[in-house]
């Protein structure tokens, strides 16, 4: 016997398929009823999650910052390894999961909508102030710490949602860059 409890989408399943949906064809594109037709149930499902569309879409919004920034951030803060290495870690983990494969489609959103601009802004800025930190804890001045970490973030952004290399030329890429960032 199927259990159906088990086959139910649940809340992520909606906002992983909404973040992918603004991705290729825009957040305008992200509807209920399309939605739903491309995950292949109907839209009383939607409705068990959501009130509306705008809940979707501040939804949508915190699940981004969280998973794309604060999970990145809190994975690197646990590092124990050497200052140099957690900034590796960091750019490998961005990169490898495309962390920062919707920040695009984000940014778009967020010139024509003003809570979607906030978000972007805020966790633009978690992330410069995390790389500013990180620099520092490798031994650079508050100053070169701000440009480092302003530059591997700028980097890592337009790196994955621009570009579509093969994961072993990224990894090797990562090394290089890397390399870079934390030369004194």
Do not use: C
């Amino acid at each position: 016997m199927v259990d159906k409890k088990k086959n139910r989408l649940g809340r992520d399943d909606w906002l992983k398929a909404a973040l992918e949906t603004m991705r290729t064809r825009g957040i305008d594109d992200v509807k209920v009823a399309p939605l739903a037709a491309s995950m292949g149930v109907t839209t009383g499902s939607f409705y068990w999650h959501f009130k509306n569309r705008r809940e979707l879409l501040d939804a949508l919004l915190d699940f981004w910052e969280q998973t794309m920034t604060d999970a990145a951030i809190e994975a690197a803060q646990q590092f124990e390894g050497s200052p140099k290495d957690r900034i590796l870690l960091l750019m490998t983990q961005v990169m490898g999961e495309n962390l920062a494969g919707y920040d695009l489609p984000i940014w778009h959103w967020a010139q024509s909508d003003i809570e979607a601009g906030k978000v972007f802004k805020r966790a633009l800025q978690k992330r410069f102030d995390f790389a500013a930190w990180m620099f520092r804890q490798a031994g650079f001045s508050k100053k070169q710490a701000e440009v480092r970490g302003r530059m591997m973030v700028v980097y890592l952004m337009g790196e994955s949602t621009l570009i579509s290399d093969a994961v072993s030329f990224r990894s090797e890429l990562i090394k290089k860059e890397h390399a870079i960032l934390t030369a004194k």
